[in-house]
């Protein structure tokens, strides 16, 4: 609903190109002058223009995904915290500036960061302000696609000077997911649903990433018609509906009372980051087992 | 306990409050760094944590805590009624409701100051209605009417609260969820000067009223006798304390028993003379606000508390044993 009215289309992340060419004045008598292709300007998901002079150095991402984004390009040792949500495994022995939403500002102005990632949320503003008001240059995402998946990899490559890596990687989920179609190909789509479980449970409606990753499957989201992202769902329309396959998150409690084939898939599938070309497969060899022999 | 031994307690306590809401945060500084930061000495950076973190952030508590438990203390004596609170005339419901509003739309990702604005202006539409319903009758504020009109009109800004809440996704809903548990995340030297251009006005005007009140309590037949312009002191008193209130909630969301809890605790010590009752309200809600964002900032770093669980879990347990003290003392 927010994203209608906020007409944020997927396009505000496009890559500014640097364009104007940098001027060549003092920078060049400077020793340490700009590394190839540097300054890079790029345009975040608010919509703010970014001028980046050289690859930062001290990165703290407050999303998630977007930290095994940067692990995926290889800036891992540039990070200089985490959140309370990090998963993954690279980042664990770094401290951690609380949630990615609410992060304590003074946990992250301590480690003198000179690049933070956060979430376009609704009440962002005011995060990316302070941010600001402190110096600290900050990108805005907001990975809601695969096309936004895809968007982020290649401006995490131009900001971090790994543009090259980062065409690479987008190739690689694209083959992987044209490897996916073209298994699936032919075969009559799955009707299926990926609930978060519980006892009302939140079903990924339209337009969200595991309703893009089930559809590139061979699958087809029994609940297409919600009106929003995720939304909850009522325990009659998984009795009424014909679903084929229940998707859940490993650990999620199925709804009670319903007898469907349940399927249970690693909680990492429904974060929209670099490992979007697996996720793709994985589900597809759930709902398609014949077509991966 | 005296009305001076008190005051000095208080007062100890809010400066105490103040200084560790400096020296104290969810990193780890030594004293002498942070008295180096506060000198201007040190790295840029601690500088900042200290001077454009820490010190905004425990002012705002000291404005907005006694800002919500001064308010409080007038609408006790204003609406004769012991429950009133600073939310209890629909200042919260129209607060959140402007809030969320803009949160559903995704109006807020844009500037920061939208929120606060649609707060502040959700909570001035209930106000005006409040009001305009408990005078509609003849010139003359009724003050019963004026509760009863402001429970329900909070009642239906709730109502329109959760219709927009039902309709909006679940990242919206957890962003509302976080703000009307209030947070004093947002505090800047922006916003406190904000927010003191509302509260130190309207304190010294709420101070100015105090002797009014006094008589009021008596009842406002009597005080008019008294010479108090009653119908005056009542609107004056109604929309200033509602200002106040309105600029807090607009700064920090919604932080609840502040302004139930810190005047009832006063007034149990000290008696009801508003006199004394209003400004100690003030120091004693904005110390304890300092000491529950301390915690709520620190008890679980990094990660932050929402602040209205402080204030619950520790003013709560806090107000019943100085109740049952009293309770027993006059008793015995």
Known sequence: MRRNLLGLPAVLFTLACSGAAPEPQAEAANPDHPPDGFPVVVVDAAGVE????????????????????????????????????????????????????DPSLELLVVHEPDLIIHFLGPNSAGTANRFAEF??????????????????????GRVTGRAALADSLVRTIDATIRHVAEAVRGRPP??????????????????????????????????????????????????????????????????????????????????????????????AKILHPAAFP | ????????????????????????????????????????????TLHRVVWDIRLPRVVLALLVGGGLAMAGAVFQALLRNPLAEPYILGISGGAATGAVLVMALGLVSLTSWVLPAASFAGALLAILLVFRVAS??????????LLLAGVVVGAFFVAILSLILALSDAETVRSA??????????????????VATYTVPTTLALLGLARSLNLMSIGEETASYLGADVERVKKMAYGVASMVTAAGVAATGVIGFVGLIVPHGVRLVIGSDNRALLPLSFVAGGAFLTLADLVARTALAPAELPIGVITALVGVPLFLVLLRRMVRRQVG
Not at chain 1, 250 to 278: C, W, Y
């Open chain 2, 136 to 145: 509609a009758a003849d010139a003359r504020l009724d003050v019963g009417v």
């Open chain 1, 50 to 101: 970014h001028r980046f002079e050289r690859p930062p150095s001290r990165i703290i991402s407050l999303v998630p995904s977007a930290t095994e984004t940067l692990l995926a390009l290889g800036v891992g040792p540039s990070l200089v915290a985490r959140t309370d949500f990090d998963t993954a495994a690279a980042v664990a022995h770094l401290p951690s500036v609380g949630g990615g939403i």
């Open chain 2, 1 to 44: 306990m005296s009305r001076r031994t008190l005051t000095a307690l208080l007062l100890v306590i809010a400066i105490v409050g103040l200084l560790a809401g400096v020296f104290l945060g969810p990193e780890p500084l030594s004293w002498s760094v942070v008295v180096d930061a506060l000198l201007g000495r040190g790295s840029s």
């Open chain 2, 177 to 194: 969820v976080l703000w009307t548990m209030g947070s004093l995340r947002g505090a800047s030297w922006r916003t406190v000067s904000i």
């Open chain 1, 190 to 283: 799955v009707r299926v649903a990926f609930l978060l479980g519980g006892d009302a449970p939140y079903a990924a409606g339209p337009g969200s990433y595991v309703d893009q990753l089930l559809t590139l499957a061979g699958g087809q989201n029994v609940f297409a018609d919600l009106g929003q992202l995720y939304a909850q769902v009522s325990l009659e329309s998984l009795v009424v509906r014909q679903i084929d396959v229940l998707l859940l998150p490993e650990g999620a409690k199925p709804p009670p009372g319903v007898d469907r084939t349940v399927r249970f898939v690693p909680e990492s599938i429904q974060f929209p980051g670099p490992r979007l070309g697996e996720a793709t497969l994985a589900l």
């Open chain 1, 135 to 156: 110096g600290i240059p900050s990108l805005a995402i907001r990975p809601d696609g695969i096309d936004d998946v895809r968007r982020i990899i290649q401006l995490f």
